[in-house]
């Protein structure tokens, strides 16, 4: 790894590590390997938002020519969000792309997934379905946001009314997150997701 | 720098111990990019600061997209400014290296006098010089290098002659002037 990478991941870490952010427990940084190529970040579901309670596990990647260019960023844990997608993980974040800035850091990247857990912007989404559910109904995505959020992000309120759709499907030998995705992308009517996991 | 100020653990207390301010000094002259003590430093219009290489790196990698690492102002490599600090005499000229830093540009403070050229002595020639107009062409063309003689002083024999000379040329001229246009 080049030299300066390495040099400005070690900084970094330890700026993260004495930030108000780790102090208050919004965010986290954890190494995976020593060659400082790889990191883990956590960050915490921002409040009024259905990610409220959840804590969520981040993939970071640091290229060989950090910082000029960013690093690689998806979500590990779960997700249901427009800019996310619900397949991979991938992040659609402009500061991740074509508006990386060299003086951006860990920290701060961090922070802006955080912003982008409480301000979704549907015009530009990663998920298409997703997308299409939090333009046109978006009580239904809050839901179904906050039952994935209790699911695969420890979140506190659990939808008891889609656990039990999950659970039907569950019972026909389905796989749960499988079922839990056909649900999802068909605003959990469970004849069309049944439908469409049997075609 | 409102990102730097938040970073910090927990701002120092007024009038804390000496070892907190150099830290916090320290804090002021890192590279933004490296995180590094900026050497051979560069500052951005918008006053950002950066190590050269630094910043020769990033807009090299940009090649497009030419701009400032903080705040994403337009920014090039014509327009940063070197700092040099009093202690760059010891180090070796940072010229030197690959990639060269773009040198200071430094301009002349503009001159309190008027046009120089219409002082006493010298622009007493030059007037008439332009005022026989055809013929000044002549003696600025054939006095290759030659130094003007300067004027006669006044009052003497030669300097009537000259003043004599010169109505004459100028009559000489106007005349040419004027079978110029009737002609």
């Known amino acids: 790894m080049a030299n300066i990478a390495a040099k400005r991941i070690k900084r970094e870490f330890k700026e993260v590590m004495n930030s108000e952010e780790v102090a208050g427990g919004y965010i ?3 190494l995976v390997n020593d060659s400082w190529t790889e990191l883990q970040g956590t960050i915490v579901g921002p409040p009024d938002t259905p990610y409220e309670g959840g804590t969520f596990q981040l993939e970071i ?6 910082p000029f260019n960013p690093p690689k960023i998806r979500f590990v844990t779960k997700i249901w969000h427009p800019n996310v997608s619900s397949v991979t993980g991938a992040i659609c974040l402009d500061i991740l792309k074509d508006q990386w800035a060299a003086a951006l ?6 922070l802006s997934i955080q912003a982008l857990l409480s301000a979704a912007e549907a015009g530009d989404p990663q998920d298409a379905v997703v997308a299409k559910q939090y333009r046109e109904s978006q009580q239904l995505f809050l839901l179904t946001a906050r039952h994935w959020t209790n699911v695969y992000a420890g979140g506190p309120s659990a939808i008891w009314e889609f656990d039990q759709k999950v659970q039907r499907l569950l019972d026909m030998g389905i796989d749960e997150h499988e079922a839990r995705v056909a649900l999802s992308h068909y605003d959990w009517e469970l004849e069309r997701a049944t439908e469409q996991l049997f075609s | ?3 730097t100020s938040e970073a910090k653990p927990s701002a120092p207390p007024p009038g804390g111990d000496a070892g907190e301010d150099d830290k916090r000094d320290e804090r002021m002259l890192e590279c933004n990019i490296c995180l590094d003590t900026a050497r051979d430093a560069v500052v951005s219009m918008c ?3 950066f190590c050269w290489p630094c910043l020769h790196q990033w807009l090299e990698t940009r090649p497009s997209r030419q701009v400032c690492p903080v705040c994403k102002a337009a920014i090039s490599r014509e327009k940063v400014i070197p700092l040099y600090g009093r202690g760059n005499t010891k180090q070796e000229d940072p010229r030197n290296k690959v990639p060269p830093r773009p040198a200071g540009q430094r301009t002349e403070p503009e001159s309190a006098g008027g046009f120089p050229g219409f002082g006493f002595g010298e622009g007493f020639h030059m007037s008439f010089g332009i005022g026989a107009f055809p013929f000044g062409v002549f003696t600025s063309t054939f006095n290759f290098g030659d130094p003007r003689p300067s004027a006669a002083p006044r009052g003497t024999a030669q300097f009537e002659e000259e003043q004599f000379l010169s109505k004459i040329f100028l009559w000489v001229a106007i005349l040419f002037v004027l079978w110029l246009v009737f002609a």
């Open chain 1, 105 to 110: 850091t860990l920290r701060t990247v961090l």
């Open chain 2, 47 to 49: 006053g950002h600061l």
């Open chain 2, 1 to 3: 720098m409102a990102e």
């Open chain 1, 28 to 30: 986290k940084l954890a």
């Open chain 1, 61 to 66: 990647k640091v290229p060989e020519t950090y």
